[in-house]
């Protein structure tokens, strides 16, 4: 895994912001996969600032998120598909309808998990998959378990998220308790992975995945088993 130590969040918006304009640059209809949370905030501003100005172009790419809460309206504010309209897609000129995240809406969970992988797969895995990692080493809503799931799945979520979470909903009962997420294959499915990271809560769960090997107790360490992942995170994260 290549390892790149930014100064701060700014520098690591900038150059995760960079890598992915390279890939859209070399391959104007890239499939970009895309993940919500607070970490990749700074580099999709980054990105729309750059389309703003004319160094990239949205019109022909297409998208994949990693996971959406289910079940949950895309016009909720608390949806990925929400946080994805507001952060990078009312701010590209990117098609919508081009624009994939799994559909929190659908009457039958089971049977959407299937229908995105299968597209996922139909369209060669993402060109470029974006992570973000949790405290405890997740990617997407791969929590770390006994067991690891390849493909895209529903999955219940654990108390502490769902309490986590209950204050941005207008009650306990809306908060969604289980996701749809990409399974471990479909992550490492895509051509090149970057997964961002700052801050000293994350510092941990990096090192275990620095250390190269591979355990279900930490997802992110099974992006060792692919030959092109780039870390990109600052010094706050890297020395803890
Ligand atoms: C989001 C996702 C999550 C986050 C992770 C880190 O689509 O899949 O795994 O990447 O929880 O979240 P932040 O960036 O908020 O620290």
Do not use: W
């Not at 507001?86 to 929190?104: A, C, E, M, R, S």
């Amino acid at each position: 895994m290549k390892v790149i130590v930014c100064k701060d969040y700014a520098e690591m918006s900038a150059k995760s912001a960079e890598i992915v304009a390279d890939v859209m640059k070399k391959k104007p209809n890239a499939v970009l996969g895309l993940a919500t949370g607070s970490t990749p905030e700074g580099m999709y501003a980054k990105l729309a600032e750059m389309n703003k100005a004319g160094e990239i172009d949205f019109s022909q790419v297409t998208t994949v998120n990693l996971d959406e809460y289910y079940p949950i309206s895309p016009d909720n504010d608390q949806s990925y598909r929400y946080f994805m309209n507001k952060n990078l897609f009312d701010k590209v000129n990117i098609d919508k309808t081009h624009t994939h995240v799994p559909q929190g809406s659908a009457a039958d969970g089971e049977a959407e998990a299937k229908r995105y992988e299968a597209f996922v797969r139909s369209l060669g895995g993402a060109d470029i998959q974006v992570l973000g990692i949790g405290r405890n080493g997740h990617i997407a809503f791969n929590e770390p378990d006994t067991e690891l799931v390849p493909a895209t799945h529903i999955t219940s979520l654990t108390e502490d998220t769902i309490d986590a979470n209950a204050r941005f909903f207008a009650s306990a009962a809306d908060v969604p308790t289980k996701a749809l997420t990409m399974g471990m294959g479909t992550i490492l499915s895509a051509k090149k992975i970057i997964i961002l990271a700052n801050g000293k809560g994350k510092h941990d769960a990096v090192m275990q995945m620095l250390k190269g090997t591979v355990t279900t107790s930490c997802p992110a360490s099974f992006l060792n088993l692919h030959d092109d992942v780039v870390l990109v995170c600052d010094e706050a994260c890297y020395n803890g």
